[in-house]
């Protein structure tokens, strides 16, 4: 059972506007969340992450949104640039714990 | 620089033999992972381990094993049992701190011919 939904599969969007990627989790436990970017045929890179106790992170042109009551985290980029044409997971886990469950993916193209 | 080492980089295998992939890690780290990435299904965990000479079955372990002698190294072995083994294979690895997460290998591509 996915423990960790993203279900878009795709996004596109131009150049300078916002990318918003959505992720749903069902496990109320998880209490850390990370995004992580991935370009083809490269292992996934780390791009932000947010505790629980937190609703929002902010990384330059990233920010992080959590809703805990929602089982709901979002990545905003803004302004994108084609650059980040690659495609996003979100992974959630338990501090406690070691392993992270990951979604399905979202493909983004920014397009210029 | 520290980091994951994944090889090779693709490789191919003729149905009915074992191939081994090979993951070697020089940031100290404990914990050590195999995924698998298949299109539109993320990644699966396929075995992990915490320590040296342990190591647990992760949600699709069958027609793989695994092996940890060294802290190092974390090879995987795709057996003729594994019914469907065409994929992406990424090896992870953890340290203390959860802040940031896996640090993954850059991956690789098996295609059995």
């Known amino acids: 059972d996915q423990q960790v939904k993203q279900n878009s599969p795709s996004l596109s969007v131009q150049e300078g506007r916002i990318s918003i990627l959505n992720c749903d989790y069902t496990n109320s436990m998880f209490d850390y969340f990370l995004w992580y970017k991935k370009y083809p045929a490269e292992g996934p890179t780390f791009l932000i992450s947010?505790?629980?106790?937190?609703d929002k992170n902010e990384d330059g042109r990233f920010t992080v949104f959590l809703n805990k009551s929602a089982k709901h985290l979002s990545l905003h980029i803004v302004p994108s640039q084609p650059g980040d044409s690659a495609v996003y997971f979100c992974?959630?886990?338990?501090?406690?714990?070691?392993?992270?469950?990951f979604g399905t993916g979202t493909s983004l193209t920014v397009i210029p | 620089d520290g980091g994951i080492t994944q090889s090779p980089k693709y490789l191919f295998r003729k149905e009915g033999q074992n191939v081994t992939l090979s993951c070697e890690q020089n940031?100290?780290?404990?914990?050590m992972y195999w995924y698998r990435q298949d299109p539109g299904q993320g990644l699966r965990l396929i075995y992990y381990?915490?320590?040296?000479?342990?190591?647990q079955k992760g949600d699709i372990a069958e027609g793989y094993s695994v092996s940890r002698e060294k802290k190092e190294s974390f090879p995987l072995t795709v057996t003729s049992a594994q019914k469907n083994p065409t994929a992406f294979y990424l090896c992870?690895?953890?340290?203390?701190?959860?802040?940031?997460?896996?640090?993954f290998g850059s991956g690789t591509r098996l295609t059995v011919v």
């Open positions: 381990s915490q320590i040296v000479n342990d190591f």
């Open positions: 992974a959630a886990t338990l501090r406690t714990g070691n392993q992270f469950y």
């Open positions: 992870a690895s953890h340290g203390t701190r959860a802040n940031y997460g896996y640090t």
């Open positions: 947010i505790s629980s106790i937190k």
């Open positions: 940031l100290n780290h404990d914990a």
